[in-house]
Structures are given as structure tokens and as C-alpha cells.
């Protein structure tokens, strides 16, 4: 199998004001969450632009590049992507392993109405076997409990699109993942900071 990359514009659309919304009250809570973990911060947490992620979701549905509308976000956070996700039309859900960051997913999806399924786990399934080029210290990447796609009665090749921000350095391995276990057609959108967002679609 390969990945396929696909060159994409991000929407010049604007966004609805359900949207603007939503990811004003989500940043507002990743940045109080911040603030008040200041001290002791959790390892390779990093919000995404998530007006950003609006317009490349809706360039994507507008081209009819995703082969359906199942979507994980790998690696959730507050799962705030994902809940752009599902204002756009998605049925999302979203894998994370640290307890405080799903409390906080959940509430937040629970206030705005936004019906996500958040799983407490690893995305990483249990016979990827070793992560071949990931260093010590990316090894929390397989760290983070129990499989997250069995929690969510899914598998991995049940979605169409899926989700993560890349921690610099691990990029590689959330590539290898994305092309050993999706489904051939499935889409791979990865945020990369100021560099912006890659999309690629698993091929044979």
C-alpha cells in the first residue's frame, strides 16, 4: 500500500455561525485549561487552528474527496476538531488518553449538542507492533491505555477520514499507522502548525 498525497486550498467560504462559535467557546476553554496547567503541562498537547480546519474540511466535502462521512480524530484533546468535524457533517469521534482532556471533550461536546464518541485509549492498535523510527521520547505515543477503536466498537478501516496533529518528529509514524491499518480510499488529514495541513488518501 502507498499514500497518495492531494493538493488541496484550504475554503475561502465563511464559516457558519454555529462554527465560529463553537471554536470560540472551544479555545476559550483550551486556553483557561492551559493557564491553569501551566505548571504542570501535558506532553505534545497542541490546539489546532480550528477555523482552519473548518475551511480544509469544507474544501474537502465541496471536491467529494471523502469516500463517506466516518471520521476519528487520533489523539483528541478536547476534541475540538472533531466537533468542527461534525458541524460540517461528519459523524466523528475522537481517541485520547489522558483522563483530564476526555472530561473536558466530553463536557464540551455534551454542552454544545455535538454527539461525539470519545474513547479513553491509545490509537495506536494493538498489533501495529514496534514503532520503527519513533524515539524515546515519542514512545507515549503507544502509551496510552486500551485500544481506542475497540472502545469505540470501530476499526481502524471503518473511517473516511481521519485526523492528528503530528507532534514534530512523529510525523512519520502516524503515516505508517494511517497507511498499515485504514482502508485503501480512506483520507489522512495532518495539521502541521505554521507549515499548515498535508492530506493524503491511502492508495494501492
Not at 484533546?77 to 461528519?90: D, E, S
Amino acid at each position: 500500500m502507498a499514500l497518495e498525497s492531494i493538493r488541496i486550498a484550504p475554503s475561502t467560504g465563511v464559516p457558519p455561525a454555529t462554527v465560529v462559535a463553537f471554536a470560540r467557546e472551544a479555545d476559550r476553554r483550551i486556553d483557561a485549561f492551559c493557564r491553569e496547567r501551566r505548571k504542570r503541562p501535558l506532553h505534545a498537547f497542541v490546539p489546532s487552528d480550528l477555523l482552519q480546519c473548518w475551511r480544509m474540511f469544507d474544501a474537502i466535502v465541496q471536491a467529494r474527496l471523502a469516500r463517506g462521512r466516518a471520521f476519528c480524530e487520533w489523539g483528541c484533546g478536547f476534541a475540538a476538531v472533531a466537533g468542527v468535524a461534525v458541524l460540517v457533517g461528519f459523524d466523528a469521534c475522537g481517541i485520547e488518553f489522558e483522563g483530564d482532556l476526555v472530561d473536558e471533550a466530553r463536557r464540551l461536546a455534551a454542552d454544545f449538542g455535538l454527539p461525539i464518541a470519545i474513547a479513553r485509549g491509545t490509537f495506536v492498535p494493538p498489533d501495529a507492533g514496534e514503532l520503527e523510527g519513533c524515539n524515546d521520547e515519542l514512545t507515549w505515543i503507544a502509551e496510552g491505555g486500551p485500544d481506542g477503536h475497540a472502545l469505540l466498537r470501530r476499526d481502524p478501516d471503518d473511517f473516511d477520514l481521519v485526523f492528528a496533529y503530528p507532534w514534530p518528529g512523529e510525523e512519520e509514524v502516524i503515516f505508517r499507522l494511517f497507511d498499515q491499518f485504514a482502508a485503501v480510499g480512506a483520507l489522512l488529514l495532518t495539521a502541521h502548525g505554521e507549515a499548515g495541513f498535508l492530506l493524503h488518501r491511502k492508495v494501492e
